[in-house]
Protein backbone atom coordinates (compact mmCIF):
# COMPACT_ATOMS: atom_id res chain seq x y z
CA UNK A 1 0.00 0.00 0.00
CA UNK A 2 1.18 3.42 -0.99
CA UNK A 3 2.12 6.05 1.76
CA UNK A 4 -0.51 7.89 -0.34
CA UNK A 5 -3.48 5.57 0.64
CA UNK A 6 -2.71 4.75 3.93
CA UNK A 7 -5.01 5.18 6.77
CA UNK A 8 -3.77 8.47 9.23
CA UNK A 9 -3.95 8.20 12.99
CA UNK A 10 -6.01 10.54 13.85
CA UNK A 11 -4.84 11.10 17.52
CA UNK A 12 -0.74 11.14 16.12
CA UNK A 13 -1.96 13.56 14.00
CA UNK A 14 -2.96 15.74 16.77
CA UNK A 15 -0.21 15.35 18.32
CA UNK A 16 1.89 15.83 15.88
CA UNK A 17 0.30 19.67 15.57
CA UNK A 18 0.74 20.21 19.26
CA UNK A 19 1.77 23.54 20.14
CA UNK A 20 4.69 24.36 23.15
CA UNK A 21 1.61 26.28 23.96
CA UNK A 22 -0.56 22.85 24.20
CA UNK A 23 2.27 21.31 26.07
CA UNK A 24 2.14 23.63 28.49
CA UNK A 25 -1.33 23.13 29.34
CA UNK A 26 -1.38 19.75 29.53
CA UNK A 27 1.25 20.27 32.10
CA UNK A 28 -0.44 23.02 33.97
CA UNK A 29 -4.07 20.91 34.32
CA UNK A 30 -1.75 17.80 35.59
CA UNK A 31 -0.04 20.06 38.04
CA UNK A 32 -3.58 21.47 39.05
CA UNK A 33 -4.73 17.93 39.52
CA UNK A 34 -2.08 16.85 42.12
CA UNK A 35 -1.85 18.60 45.36
CA UNK A 36 0.58 17.39 48.10
CA UNK A 37 -1.07 14.38 48.96
CA UNK A 38 -0.85 12.33 45.23
CA UNK A 39 2.33 14.58 44.89
CA UNK A 40 3.91 12.11 47.31
CA UNK A 41 2.65 9.06 45.76
CA UNK A 42 5.20 9.94 43.36
CA UNK A 43 8.00 9.05 45.77
CA UNK A 44 6.21 6.38 47.83
CA UNK A 45 6.72 3.36 44.97
CA UNK A 46 8.95 0.38 46.75
CA UNK A 47 8.70 -1.38 43.53
CA UNK A 48 7.79 -4.51 45.06
CA UNK A 49 5.85 -5.49 41.64
CA UNK A 50 2.58 -6.80 43.54
CA UNK A 51 1.08 -4.27 41.04
CA UNK A 52 2.20 -6.12 37.99
CA UNK A 53 1.16 -9.67 39.54
CA UNK A 54 -2.58 -7.55 39.92
CA UNK A 55 -2.79 -6.31 36.54
CA UNK A 56 -4.64 -8.32 33.60
CA UNK A 57 -3.15 -6.47 31.36
CA UNK A 58 0.11 -7.39 32.59
CA UNK A 59 -0.52 -10.99 33.08
CA UNK A 60 -1.62 -11.80 29.71
CA UNK A 61 0.64 -9.52 27.76
CA UNK A 62 3.58 -9.78 29.96
CA UNK A 63 5.24 -5.95 28.93
CA UNK A 64 6.47 -3.52 30.84
CA UNK A 65 4.40 -0.60 29.71
CA UNK A 66 1.75 -2.64 31.00
CA UNK A 67 3.01 -2.62 34.40
CA UNK A 68 0.98 -0.25 36.63
CA UNK A 69 4.16 0.87 38.17
CA UNK A 70 5.87 1.66 34.62
CA UNK A 71 2.50 4.19 34.44
CA UNK A 72 3.23 5.20 37.74
CA UNK A 73 6.95 5.97 36.40
CA UNK A 74 5.46 7.86 33.65
CA UNK A 75 3.31 10.30 35.17
CA UNK A 76 5.95 11.22 37.89
CA UNK A 77 8.80 11.33 35.61
CA UNK A 78 6.97 14.33 34.18
CA UNK A 79 5.72 15.82 37.10
CA UNK A 80 9.39 15.93 38.31
CA UNK A 81 9.85 17.82 34.95
CA UNK A 82 7.01 20.47 35.72
CA UNK A 83 8.39 20.85 39.45
CA UNK A 84 12.41 21.24 38.06
CA UNK A 85 11.74 23.70 35.32
CA UNK A 86 12.69 26.98 35.10
CA UNK A 87 9.77 27.74 33.82
CA UNK A 88 7.82 26.92 36.77
CA UNK A 89 10.57 28.82 39.41
CA UNK A 90 8.27 31.46 40.67
CA UNK A 91 4.49 31.86 41.88
CA UNK A 92 2.18 34.52 40.82
CA UNK A 93 0.26 34.32 44.55
CA UNK A 94 1.11 32.65 47.81
CA UNK A 95 -0.87 29.16 47.33
CA UNK A 96 1.75 28.89 44.07
CA UNK A 97 4.17 30.10 45.43
CA UNK A 98 3.79 27.38 48.09
CA UNK A 99 3.46 23.93 45.49
CA UNK A 100 6.36 25.41 43.91
CA UNK A 101 8.33 25.00 47.87
CA UNK A 102 6.94 21.71 47.74
CA UNK A 103 7.75 20.78 44.25
CA UNK A 104 11.40 21.46 45.16
CA UNK A 105 11.30 19.70 49.03
CA UNK A 106 9.68 16.72 46.72
CA UNK A 107 12.61 16.79 44.76
CA UNK A 108 14.94 16.30 47.65
CA UNK A 109 16.84 19.41 47.67
CA UNK A 110 18.50 18.37 44.34
CA UNK A 111 19.29 21.01 42.21
CA UNK A 112 17.52 22.05 39.01
CA UNK A 113 19.74 21.64 36.85
CA UNK A 114 20.34 17.60 37.83
CA UNK A 115 16.78 17.14 37.85
CA UNK A 116 17.24 14.05 35.57
CA UNK A 117 18.62 12.36 38.55
CA UNK A 118 15.63 11.83 40.13
CA UNK A 119 14.37 10.62 36.86
CA UNK A 120 12.54 14.13 35.25
CA UNK A 121 11.22 13.88 31.94
CA UNK A 122 10.45 16.77 29.49
CA UNK A 123 6.53 16.53 28.11
CA UNK A 124 7.26 16.23 24.80
CA UNK A 125 5.24 14.77 21.33
CA UNK A 126 7.25 11.15 22.14
CA UNK A 127 6.08 11.14 25.95
CA UNK A 128 2.66 12.18 24.94
CA UNK A 129 2.03 9.13 22.41
CA UNK A 130 3.67 7.08 25.88
CA UNK A 131 0.82 8.78 27.92
CA UNK A 132 -2.05 7.55 25.30
CA UNK A 133 -0.69 3.92 24.40
CA UNK A 134 -0.04 3.45 28.40
CA UNK A 135 -2.46 5.40 30.15
CA UNK A 136 -5.81 4.95 27.73
CA UNK A 137 -4.02 1.59 26.16
CA UNK A 138 -3.16 -0.49 29.14
CA UNK A 139 -5.42 0.68 31.71
CA UNK A 140 -8.96 0.03 32.38
CA UNK A 141 -8.70 2.05 35.58
CA UNK A 142 -10.02 -0.95 37.51
CA UNK A 143 -8.03 -0.34 41.03
CA UNK A 144 -6.93 -3.94 41.74
CA UNK A 145 -3.42 -2.63 41.49
CA UNK A 146 -4.20 -0.15 44.29
CA UNK A 147 -6.04 -2.42 47.23
CA UNK A 148 -2.91 -4.77 45.98
CA UNK A 149 -0.62 -2.24 46.40
CA UNK A 150 2.00 -2.35 49.49
CA UNK A 151 1.66 0.86 50.62
CA UNK A 152 -1.93 1.70 49.14
CA UNK A 153 -0.90 4.18 46.07
CA UNK A 154 -4.21 5.71 44.73
CA UNK A 155 -2.83 4.68 40.80
CA UNK A 156 -6.25 5.04 39.28
CA UNK A 157 -6.77 8.59 40.20
CA UNK A 158 -3.48 9.63 39.07
CA UNK A 159 -3.98 8.24 35.97
CA UNK A 160 -7.47 10.12 35.50
CA UNK A 161 -5.92 13.03 36.45
CA UNK A 162 -3.18 12.59 33.82
CA UNK A 163 -5.84 11.02 30.98
CA UNK A 164 -7.80 14.53 31.94
CA UNK A 165 -4.73 16.74 31.13
CA UNK A 166 -4.69 15.06 28.12
CA UNK A 167 -8.20 15.59 27.40
CA UNK A 168 -7.79 19.50 27.74
CA UNK A 169 -5.85 19.62 24.69
CA UNK A 170 -7.65 17.06 22.93
CA UNK A 171 -5.42 14.07 22.54
CA UNK A 172 -8.14 11.58 23.73
CA UNK A 173 -8.64 8.32 21.32
CA UNK A 174 -11.55 9.51 19.43
CA UNK A 175 -14.12 7.07 20.09
CA UNK A 176 -14.36 8.09 23.96
CA UNK A 177 -14.36 11.69 23.37
CA UNK A 178 -17.93 11.33 20.93
CA UNK A 179 -19.05 9.08 23.99
CA UNK A 180 -18.64 12.13 25.82
CA UNK A 181 -19.79 14.59 23.33
CA UNK A 182 -22.60 12.63 22.32
CA UNK A 183 -23.88 12.57 26.31
CA UNK A 184 -22.85 16.51 26.69
CA UNK A 185 -25.35 17.40 23.24
CA UNK A 186 -27.75 15.11 23.21
CA UNK A 187 -28.33 14.23 26.94
CA UNK A 188 -27.09 10.57 26.43
CA UNK A 189 -24.90 8.65 25.12
CA UNK A 190 -26.70 7.26 22.42
CA UNK A 191 -28.12 10.38 21.45
CA UNK A 192 -31.51 8.96 21.61
CA UNK A 193 -34.01 11.68 20.88
CA UNK A 194 -36.78 12.72 24.28
CA UNK A 195 -39.78 11.54 21.77
CA UNK A 196 -37.92 8.26 20.68
CA UNK A 197 -37.37 7.30 24.35
CA UNK A 198 -40.92 7.83 25.44
CA UNK A 199 -41.54 5.75 22.54
CA UNK A 200 -39.71 2.88 23.61
CA UNK A 201 -40.97 3.18 27.25
CA UNK A 202 -44.83 2.42 25.92
CA UNK A 203 -44.06 -0.79 24.13
CA UNK A 204 -41.78 -2.06 26.65
CA UNK A 205 -44.39 -1.31 28.94
CA UNK A 206 -47.42 -3.10 26.49
CA UNK A 207 -44.93 -6.09 25.97
CA UNK A 208 -45.02 -6.25 29.87
CA UNK A 209 -48.51 -6.50 30.59
CA UNK A 210 -49.03 -8.84 27.74
CA UNK A 211 -45.82 -11.06 29.51
CA UNK A 212 -47.51 -10.39 33.06
CA UNK A 213 -51.39 -10.90 31.45
CA UNK A 214 -51.72 -7.83 33.85
CA UNK A 215 -53.10 -4.46 32.70
CA UNK A 216 -52.27 -2.50 35.69
CA UNK A 217 -48.23 -2.82 35.35
CA UNK A 218 -47.12 0.21 34.41
CA UNK A 219 -43.26 1.79 33.41
CA UNK A 220 -44.43 5.60 34.89
CA UNK A 221 -43.02 8.49 33.12
CA UNK A 222 -42.73 12.09 34.80
CA UNK A 223 -44.43 11.06 38.26
CA UNK A 224 -44.28 13.72 40.35
CA UNK A 225 -43.58 13.23 44.03
CA UNK A 226 -42.56 9.38 43.39
CA UNK A 227 -40.33 7.61 46.37
CA UNK A 228 -37.82 6.54 43.51
CA UNK A 229 -36.47 8.00 40.49
CA UNK A 230 -34.73 5.28 38.38
CA UNK A 231 -32.44 5.97 35.72
CA UNK A 232 -30.99 3.67 32.84
CA UNK A 233 -28.29 3.34 30.65
CA UNK A 234 -29.43 4.23 27.24
CA UNK A 235 -28.15 1.06 25.73
CA UNK A 236 -30.98 -0.68 27.40
CA UNK A 237 -33.66 1.14 25.53
CA UNK A 238 -31.49 0.89 22.27
CA UNK A 239 -30.56 -2.77 22.67
CA UNK A 240 -31.69 -4.76 25.85
CA UNK A 241 -34.80 -3.49 26.63
CA UNK A 242 -35.40 -6.64 28.39
CA UNK A 243 -33.56 -5.45 31.80
CA UNK A 244 -35.60 -2.26 31.37
CA UNK A 245 -38.85 -4.82 31.72
CA UNK A 246 -37.41 -6.89 34.66
CA UNK A 247 -37.21 -3.73 36.65
CA UNK A 248 -40.26 -2.49 36.06
CA UNK A 249 -41.57 -6.26 36.76
CA UNK A 250 -40.33 -5.99 40.21
CA UNK A 251 -41.08 -2.52 40.91
CA UNK A 252 -44.91 -3.46 40.04
CA UNK A 253 -44.49 -7.30 42.11
CA UNK A 254 -43.57 -4.88 45.45
CA UNK A 255 -45.96 -2.07 44.51
CA UNK A 256 -43.54 0.12 44.70
CA UNK A 257 -44.17 3.85 43.76
CA UNK A 258 -41.34 4.96 41.19
CA UNK A 259 -41.18 6.61 37.75
CA UNK A 260 -38.92 6.99 34.94
CA UNK A 261 -38.11 10.83 33.27
CA UNK A 262 -38.15 11.93 29.96
CA UNK A 263 -35.28 13.93 30.35
CA UNK A 264 -32.38 13.29 31.79
CA UNK A 265 -32.19 9.73 33.08
CA UNK A 266 -28.44 8.67 31.73
CA UNK A 267 -27.27 6.56 34.26
CA UNK A 268 -23.45 6.68 32.52
CA UNK A 269 -21.07 9.02 32.47
CA UNK A 270 -17.88 8.59 30.31
CA UNK A 271 -16.46 12.07 31.72
CA UNK A 272 -15.24 9.70 34.66
CA UNK A 273 -12.73 8.06 32.08
CA UNK A 274 -11.74 10.99 29.63
CA UNK A 275 -10.87 12.99 33.29
CA UNK A 276 -12.93 15.67 32.24
CA UNK A 277 -14.40 17.26 35.27
CA UNK A 278 -16.90 19.22 33.75
CA UNK A 279 -17.87 16.90 31.54
CA UNK A 280 -18.20 14.51 34.47
CA UNK A 281 -20.27 17.01 36.73
CA UNK A 282 -22.31 18.46 33.92
CA UNK A 283 -23.82 15.01 33.21
CA UNK A 284 -24.41 14.15 36.61
CA UNK A 285 -25.87 17.51 37.67
CA UNK A 286 -28.56 16.93 35.12
CA UNK A 287 -30.18 13.67 37.43
CA UNK A 288 -29.78 16.16 40.39
CA UNK A 289 -32.30 18.19 38.11
CA UNK A 290 -34.74 15.80 37.04
CA UNK A 291 -35.04 14.53 41.31
CA UNK A 292 -35.33 18.77 41.57
CA UNK A 293 -37.85 18.50 39.24
CA UNK A 294 -39.49 15.34 40.11
CA UNK A 295 -39.83 15.59 43.93
CA UNK A 296 -38.60 12.26 44.56
CA UNK A 297 -37.00 11.10 47.51
CA UNK A 298 -34.16 8.55 46.14
CA UNK A 299 -32.21 8.33 42.94
CA UNK A 300 -31.92 4.54 41.89
CA UNK A 301 -29.19 3.99 39.72
CA UNK A 302 -29.49 1.70 37.04
CA UNK A 303 -27.14 -1.78 36.95
CA UNK A 304 -23.96 0.36 35.51
CA UNK A 305 -20.80 0.16 37.50
CA UNK A 306 -19.25 3.23 36.34
CA UNK A 307 -22.52 4.63 36.82
CA UNK A 308 -22.38 4.21 40.18
CA UNK A 309 -19.07 5.04 41.37
CA UNK A 310 -19.72 8.50 39.63
CA UNK A 311 -22.73 9.47 40.42
CA UNK A 312 -23.19 7.81 44.26
CA UNK A 313 -19.29 9.02 45.15
CA UNK A 314 -17.18 11.25 42.50
CA UNK A 315 -20.13 13.40 41.80
CA UNK A 316 -20.84 15.50 44.90
CA UNK A 317 -17.13 16.53 44.92
CA UNK A 318 -17.35 17.13 40.87
CA UNK A 319 -20.05 19.76 41.79
CA UNK A 320 -18.86 20.58 44.90
CA UNK A 321 -21.82 20.11 46.81
CA UNK A 322 -23.83 17.46 48.42
CA UNK A 323 -26.97 15.96 47.51
CA UNK A 324 -30.20 16.59 49.32
CA UNK A 325 -31.53 13.39 48.89
CA UNK A 326 -30.62 9.34 48.92
CA UNK A 327 -28.74 7.59 45.99
CA UNK A 328 -28.73 3.90 46.02
CA UNK A 329 -28.29 0.90 43.30
CA UNK A 330 -31.23 -0.96 42.52
CA UNK A 331 -29.45 -3.59 43.56
CA UNK A 332 -29.87 -2.10 47.10
CA UNK A 333 -33.39 -1.96 46.40
CA UNK A 334 -34.12 -5.29 45.42
CA UNK A 335 -32.71 -6.83 47.94
CA UNK A 336 -34.48 -4.91 50.14
CA UNK A 337 -37.65 -6.17 48.86
CA UNK A 338 -36.23 -9.86 49.35
CA UNK A 339 -35.82 -8.92 53.00
CA UNK A 340 -39.01 -7.98 53.68
CA UNK A 341 -41.05 -9.53 51.85
CA UNK A 342 -42.02 -7.58 49.43
CA UNK A 343 -41.39 -10.08 46.59
CA UNK A 344 -40.94 -13.51 46.50
CA UNK A 345 -38.63 -15.37 43.85
CA UNK A 346 -38.73 -18.94 43.56
CA UNK A 347 -35.10 -20.46 42.64
CA UNK A 348 -36.47 -23.45 40.61
CA UNK A 349 -37.37 -21.42 37.82
CA UNK A 350 -33.58 -20.47 36.76
CA UNK A 351 -32.40 -24.39 37.14
CA UNK A 352 -28.97 -23.51 34.94
CA UNK A 353 -25.47 -22.91 36.57
CA UNK A 354 -25.28 -18.96 37.13
CA UNK A 355 -21.68 -17.66 38.19
CA UNK A 356 -21.50 -13.44 39.04
CA UNK A 357 -18.67 -10.79 37.54
CA UNK A 358 -18.04 -8.55 39.82
CA UNK A 359 -18.00 -5.26 38.05
CA UNK A 360 -14.70 -3.14 39.73
CA UNK A 361 -16.70 0.23 40.10
CA UNK A 362 -19.45 -1.19 41.46
CA UNK A 363 -17.94 -3.64 43.81
CA UNK A 364 -13.94 -2.53 44.17
CA UNK A 365 -14.51 0.90 43.77
CA UNK A 366 -17.89 1.80 45.19
CA UNK A 367 -18.98 -0.97 47.77
CA UNK A 368 -21.73 -2.59 46.69
CA UNK A 369 -21.04 -6.17 47.19
CA UNK A 370 -23.12 -9.23 48.96
CA UNK A 371 -26.34 -7.32 47.55
CA UNK A 372 -25.90 -9.17 43.73
CA UNK A 373 -25.55 -12.39 46.03
CA UNK A 374 -27.78 -11.79 48.36
CA UNK A 375 -30.78 -11.45 45.43
CA UNK A 376 -29.01 -14.73 43.01
CA UNK A 377 -28.88 -16.83 46.46
CA UNK A 378 -32.88 -16.68 46.50
CA UNK A 379 -33.39 -16.24 42.73
CA UNK A 380 -31.24 -19.54 41.45
CA UNK A 381 -30.83 -22.70 42.12
CA UNK A 382 -27.59 -23.36 41.36
CA UNK A 383 -24.88 -20.47 42.10
CA UNK A 384 -21.00 -20.62 41.73
CA UNK A 385 -18.52 -17.88 42.67
CA UNK A 386 -15.66 -17.01 40.49
CA UNK A 387 -12.33 -17.06 42.24
CA UNK A 388 -11.07 -14.37 43.21
CA UNK A 389 -13.97 -12.62 43.49
CA UNK A 390 -15.39 -9.65 45.26
CA UNK A 391 -13.32 -6.63 45.68
CA UNK A 392 -10.19 -8.76 44.63
CA UNK A 393 -11.82 -10.01 41.17
CA UNK A 394 -10.28 -9.35 37.90
CA UNK A 395 -11.80 -6.66 35.73
CA UNK A 396 -13.37 -8.34 32.32
CA UNK A 397 -11.44 -5.55 30.34
CA UNK A 398 -14.69 -3.24 29.47
CA UNK A 399 -14.15 -0.65 31.67
CA UNK A 400 -12.07 2.79 31.75
CA UNK A 401 -13.40 3.55 28.45
CA UNK A 402 -12.40 0.79 26.72
CA UNK A 403 -14.98 -0.55 24.63
CA UNK A 404 -15.55 3.18 23.04
CA UNK A 405 -11.62 2.75 22.26
CA UNK A 406 -11.51 0.63 19.03
CA UNK A 407 -7.72 1.28 18.37
CA UNK A 408 -6.82 -0.52 21.74
CA UNK A 409 -9.75 -3.48 20.92
CA UNK A 410 -7.02 -6.45 20.33
CA UNK A 411 -5.46 -5.56 23.55
CA UNK A 412 -9.09 -5.51 25.69
CA UNK A 413 -10.02 -8.85 24.42
CA UNK A 414 -6.50 -10.22 25.27
CA UNK A 415 -6.46 -9.05 28.67
CA UNK A 416 -10.12 -10.72 28.86
CA UNK A 417 -8.95 -14.30 28.71
CA UNK A 418 -8.01 -14.31 32.66
CA UNK A 419 -12.19 -13.22 33.21
CA UNK A 420 -12.89 -16.11 30.17
CA UNK A 421 -10.65 -18.85 32.04
CA UNK A 422 -12.85 -17.58 35.58
CA UNK A 423 -16.05 -18.45 33.63
CA UNK A 424 -14.87 -21.65 32.38
CA UNK A 425 -13.92 -22.37 35.83
CA UNK A 426 -16.98 -22.58 37.21
CA UNK A 427 -19.05 -24.52 34.29
CA UNK A 428 -21.62 -21.85 34.24
CA UNK A 429 -24.26 -21.44 31.73
CA UNK A 430 -25.26 -18.40 32.73
CA UNK A 431 -22.81 -15.00 33.84
CA UNK A 432 -25.08 -12.63 35.60
CA UNK A 433 -23.41 -9.03 35.90
CA UNK A 434 -24.80 -5.73 37.14
CA UNK A 435 -22.88 -3.70 34.51
CA UNK A 436 -23.87 -3.43 30.93
CA UNK A 437 -20.09 -2.28 30.00
CA UNK A 438 -19.08 -5.52 31.58
CA UNK A 439 -22.13 -7.44 29.68
CA UNK A 440 -21.06 -5.88 26.60
CA UNK A 441 -17.24 -6.86 27.28
CA UNK A 442 -18.21 -10.39 28.59
CA UNK A 443 -20.08 -11.03 25.20
CA UNK A 444 -17.12 -10.30 23.23
CA UNK A 445 -15.61 -12.64 25.19
CA UNK A 446 -18.08 -15.17 24.92
CA UNK A 447 -17.41 -15.14 21.14
CA UNK A 448 -13.76 -14.66 21.05
CA UNK A 449 -13.18 -17.47 23.19
CA UNK A 450 -16.20 -19.51 22.78
CA UNK A 451 -17.45 -19.85 26.56
CA UNK A 452 -20.95 -21.18 25.19
CA UNK A 453 -22.69 -18.96 28.55
CA UNK A 454 -25.58 -16.13 28.32
CA UNK A 455 -25.28 -13.25 29.93
CA UNK A 456 -27.57 -11.46 31.84
CA UNK A 457 -28.58 -8.48 34.51
CA UNK A 458 -29.23 -9.33 37.89
CA UNK A 459 -32.50 -8.10 38.11
CA UNK A 460 -33.14 -9.52 34.65
CA UNK A 461 -32.64 -13.05 36.34
CA UNK A 462 -34.47 -12.19 39.81
CA UNK A 463 -37.36 -10.66 37.40
CA UNK A 464 -37.26 -14.64 35.78
CA UNK A 465 -37.84 -16.01 39.67
CA UNK A 466 -40.29 -13.43 40.29
CA UNK A 467 -43.55 -15.42 41.90
CA UNK A 468 -46.55 -13.01 40.73
Same mark, same amino acid.
Given at each position: ?? #? ?46 ? @???? @? ?19 MMSVFK??AASPAH ?25 ? *? ?17 ? *? $? ?5 ? @? ?6 ? *? ?6 ? $?? +??? +? ?72 ? !? ?7 ? !? ?55 AECGHG ?78 ? /??? =?? #??? @? ?10 ? +????? =? ?13 ? !? ?25 ? +??? /?????? !????? $?
Amino acid at each position: MS #KKNETKDPVIEKIEQLTPADLEKILQVFKEKIDHRYAAYFNSCVHCGL @CADS @CHYYLTHEDLQSMPAYKLNLMMSVFKGVAASPAHKTGKNTGEKEKISFYRRFLSGIKEKY *SRWVGAEKLDKEMVKEWVD *S $LFGRCSM @CGRCSINC *SIGLNIPY $LI +RAA +RGALTAVGIVPPGLQSTVDTAMEKGNNMGIAKEDWVETAEWIEEELQDDIENPAAKLPLDKKGAKYFYTINPRE !AMFFPLSIS !AVGKIFFAAGEDWTFSSDNYDVTNYGLYNGDDYAAGTMSDRLVQSMQKLGCNTLVLAECGHGFNSNRWEAPEWLSKEYGFDVKSILEIVAGFIREGRIKLDPSKNTEPVTLHDPCNLVRMGGIIEEQRFILKHAVSDFTEM /TPN =RQ #KNF @CCGGGGGQLSMT +RFSRR =RLKAGKIKADQIQKT !AAKIVATPCHNCIDQLMELNKHYQLGV +RIK /TVCEIA !ADALV $L
